[in-house]
């Protein structure tokens, strides 16, 4: 997956989550389903941001950004801040 790859696919997390706040206002889902729903988005976009960052970093040490893979959404949810 290359960066243009991962960017897309965060922009269309992003848009989903434009989508449901739309459908929550319309009163299409409930709010317990726009959050169950939103918490998975969140993730999904945490898990993109990291393999980003891990593709950028891997370039800027010289280093083939293509051997990077996405960690699982339990390891990029559980790194300290």
């Given at each position: 997956?290359?960066?243009?790859?991962?960017?897309?696919?965060?922009?269309?997390?992003?848009?989903?989550?434009?989508?449901?706040?739309?459908?929550?206002?319309?009163?299409e889902i409930s709010s317990d389903e726009?959050?169950?729903?939103?918490?998975?988005?969140?993730?999904?976009?945490?898990q993109c941001w990291d393999l980003l960052?891990?593709?950028?970093?891997?370039?800027?040490?010289?280093?083939?950004?293509?051997?990077?893979?996405?960690?699982?959404?339990?390891?990029?949810?559980?790194?300290?801040?």
């Amino acid at each position: 997956m290359d960066d243009k790859t991962v960017l897309s696919w965060i922009s269309g997390l992003v848009d989903e989550e434009h989508k449901l706040r739309g459908q929550l206002r319309r009163g299409e889902i409930s709010s317990d389903e726009e959050q169950v729903r939103l918490r998975e988005l969140e993730e999904a976009l945490d898990q993109c941001w990291d393999l980003l960052r891990r593709r950028r970093a891997a370039r800027d040490q010289g280093n083939d950004p293509d051997t990077e893979q996405a960690h699982s959404i339990n390891e990029v949810e559980g790194y300290l801040q």
